[in-house]
């Protein structure tokens, strides 16, 4: 596309004052006015001949893979001219979705031997998918009086999850303490529930190793050694509901549950264990199967980042029933869930009941502490009394609701939610060392 810059313009319009000025001292004079914007049109045509490209540049994006919340990343647009002309500074500027903040919104950039480049900060606003459509190009010709313009599309897009990176290292700490089981077998042999080898019976080893059938055969005590499993399933199960999308210390529960997710799943795919994902509200919304090894990391965080912020009430019924019948092995569930008072969590109970006869589920839930900061706060108006009952009777409820989880079996993660993703790993890491599973 072409069209006149500012300047010319202006210069085309002073035809008119001249024009009027000229006439004032002789009327055949107007001329000089019209032959003036007639001159500055034509070179402005000129200097449009000479800005069209003959080929359009090629442009090369580099942007990262994913982007967190708070955190962005950068990207960086080169730009290389092959005609002949080459224009001595180039305005760009990135067209992107409303998920992401762009800055600066246009960069001026000089072009050195034909090449150029921009970089350009993104920031997400919240949890999705950030695209990158377009890249604008424009330049001035050598008179500088037309524009050049060139609209590049784009094909970039980029999941954006929660910040992570904050409790990353203490969560890899944790890992790197004690989580190798299953991956040394020097140190596993004879702590897991998966058969490896017969040795002799000695004293200071447990009776409950002994082979029975095989001391029998060899007419001397056996037994049998064991080593940790490696590739057990393990779901992240998302409630992506109402009750999830309130915020909690300024940031929804579902991203903060999301963080979580990921980190385990990160550790877990490290240890060999074998991660899927499930996420629902009042139906299923996500549902992947299970993938091992930590070059699928990448791929789960892109599929949870379509789960969307939903204002649905969440229908366990159909979602664990919909879990149940994707799982074909003995499982650990993670279930990153809330509920407000044991009414409302009756169903989700009764659901879980036939879930725990196969599975092991471990829920994840994270403290209000604002709700526990109303109920210990000195009441000073009646408004304060009101506040401060019906807090403490929403956190007692709470509290029979877990009570009656633990003794269905149920394994609970309760921790503040800066920290709910560390007590995660700690939770999943004892179930390993135990053989829970």
Not at 305 to 328: H, I, K, M, Q, V
Not at 333 to 344: A, H, K, L, N, Q
Not at 373 to 391: G, H, I, M, Q
Not at 394 to 414: A, D, W
Request: charge should be neutral.
């Amino acid at each position: 596309m072409i069209y006149p810059t500012r300047t010319a313009v202006v210069l085309t319009a002073v035809g008119a004052p001249l024009a009027a000025g000229a006439g004032v001292f002789a009327s055949s004079y107007w001329v000089l006015g019209l032959a003036w914007s007639a001159a500055v049109v034509l070179l402005m045509l000129l200097d449009a001949g000479l800005t069209k490209l003959r080929r359009a540049p090629e442009v090369v994006l580099e942007a990262p893979g994913t982007l967190a919340i708070g955190a962005g990343g950068e990207a960086r647009a080169g730009v290389l001219f092959t005609s002949i002309f080459t224009p001595r500074r180039v305005e760009m500027m990135l067209d992107g979705n409303d998920l992401i903040a762009i800055e600066p919104r246009r960069a001026f950039v000089a072009v050195t031997a034909k090449e150029t480049a921009a970089a350009f900060t993104l920031t997400p606003h919240r949890r999705g998918e950030a695209v990158l459509e377009k890249l604008w190009l424009r330049w001035k010709g050598p008179l500088g009086l037309a524009w050049a313009q060139v609209v590049h599309p784009l094909d970039y897009a980029a999941p954006v999850t929660p910040n992570i990176a904050a409790v990353k290292d203490e969560a890899l700490r944790l890992f790197s303490r004690d989580a190798l089981h299953g991956l040394k077998e020097q140190i596993e042999t004879g702590e897991g529930t998966e058969f490896h080898a017969l040795r002799d019976f000695v004293a200071g080893m447990d009776h409950r190793t002994i082979d029975w059938k095989q001391s029998a055969r060899h007419g001397k005590l056996v037994a049998q050694e064991r080593r940790t499993e490696r590739n057990h399933t393990i779901v992240l199960a998302l409630d992506t509901g109402r009750t999830m999308c309130e915020p909690l210390d300024g940031q929804p529960r579902i991203d903060r549950a999301i963080g979580a997710a990921l980190l385990l799943a990160y550790v877990g795919l490290a240890t060999g264990d074998r991660i899927g994902m499930f996420g629902f509200d009042a139906k299923p919304r996500l549902s992947t199967g299970a993938t091992s090894g930590v070059q699928s990391f990448p791929l789960i965080q892109r599929l949870v980042s379509r789960l969307d912020y939903s204002p649905e009430e969440t229908n366990f019924t159909l979602g664990l029933t919909t879990l149940a019948g994707d799982l074909d092995r003995r499982s650990l569930i993670v279930m990153f869930t809330e509920f407000t008072d044991s009414i409302g969590a009756e169903l989700m109970m009764e659901n879980l009941r036939r879930l725990l006869k196969r599975h092991l589920v471990l829920f994840v839930l994270m403290r209000d502490e604002e709700l526990e900061t109303l109920a210990r706060a000195e009441p000073v108006d009646s408004a304060d009394v009101s506040r401060a009952v019906t807090a403490a009777s929403l956190l007692r409820e709470r509290e029979v609701v877990m009570m009656r989880l633990r003794r269905m079996g149920v394994q609970l993660v309760e921790a503040p939610a800066g920290v709910v993703g560390p007590a995660l790993i700690n939770a999943y890491l004892d179930i390993k060392r135990r053989n829970l599973l």
